[in-house]
């Protein structure tokens, strides 16, 4: 039986105290036929060195200045040969058979966009925070209410044979481009749930998502704005709460009383 190839790239920058974690989640999968890229932004601290340390079991790795974490995702996507591909942020984590369960599923239907399942929630010490979540969603559900608690990234495999575009996601955007890469898939083509544990997602307070959930609550209103064309009125209300929130100040750690 043929064994697809597999692709997963780790775009990473300063986050040494996890990346070697995320490695090894990657290395020790179950499945074997999986090409791992790592694609570091010049990081200053031990990053280079944890990469270096593995470096003869990957198929490809930098560690030099880019654009940020998307263009560092698309300089990934050039190099990368799989079928389905993902991608983990150097924090987060894999389960040790969650290619084998994809590839399952992929080699009974190969028509799906996506393929995903149950992601954990967990600390910065590894800690878990919250059991698996995950649900069978669609595209307009998606575009209404986003992504959460339906669908994490991490736990997300992307069929390559519709990835129908130049890029893999789209570096105009800071934040939301898991997001935007997830409408453009689910948009035109059925997505598939797995009911088993894929992934584990690391909140912690140096991370992106909890730096900036104003600015990427934002991007992601512009994406439902320009995929939810039907709740056009709903979205702008949604605009209008979220400025009523700046504006009074009831915003704490970041996140608006929304």
Same mark, same amino acid.
């Given at each position: 039986?043929?064994?697809?190839? !597999? ?17 090894? #989640? !990657? ?6 036929? +999986? ?11 031990? #990053? ?9 079991? $990957? #198929? ?12 560092? $995702?698309?300089?990934? *996507? ?6 389905? +591909? ?32 149950? /992601? ?8 878990? $925070? ?6 069978? !969603? ?17 736990? /997300? *495999? ?5 990835? &129908? ?7 105009? $955007? ?23 544990? !894929? ?31 039907? &709740? ?27």
């Amino acid at each position: 039986m043929s064994q697809p190839l !597999v692709s997963i790239i780790t775009p990473s920058f300063n986050q040494g105290n996890w990346l070697e974690e995320t490695i090894l #989640s !990657v290395l020790n999968q179950t499945y074997p036929n +999986i090409e791992y890229i790592i694609i570091d932004g010049g990081s200053t601290d031990n #990053s280079k060195e944890i990469i270096e340390k593995y470096a003869h079991r $990957l #198929s490809y790795w930098q560690s030099k200045q880019d654009g940020g974490q998307a263009d560092a $995702l698309n300089i990934g *996507f050039k190099k990368a040969k799989g079928e389905l +591909i993902a991608y983990l942020n150097a924090d987060d984590l894999l389960e040790p058979n969650a290619v084998e369960g994809i590839i399952h599923a992929y080699e009974v239907n190969q028509e799906f966009s996506i393929y995903y399942g149950k /992601c954990k929630t967990i600390d910065a010490s590894g800690k878990l $925070l919250e059991e698996g979540n995950g649900n069978q !969603v669609y595209f307009d559900a998606l575009a209404k209410d986003g992504m959460l608690p339906n669908m994490y990234q991490p736990a /997300c *495999f992307f069929n390559r044979a519709y990835l &129908n575009r130049d890029t893999f996601v789209d570096s105009s $955007l800071q934040y939301a481009f898991d997001y935007e890469l997830i409408l453009f898939l689910s948009k035109t083509k059925s997505i598939l749930f797995l009911n088993r544990n !894929v992934a584990s997602y690391r909140v912690h307070t140096s991370s992106k998502s909890y730096l900036y959930k104003i600015d990427a609550y934002k991007e992601k209103l512009s994406l439902q704005e320009k995929y939810d064309t039907k &709740n056009f009125l709903f979205i702008k209300w949604k605009r209008l709460k979220l400025a009523v929130a700046e504006k009074t100040g009831k915003i704490s750690n970041g996140k608006a009383a929304l």
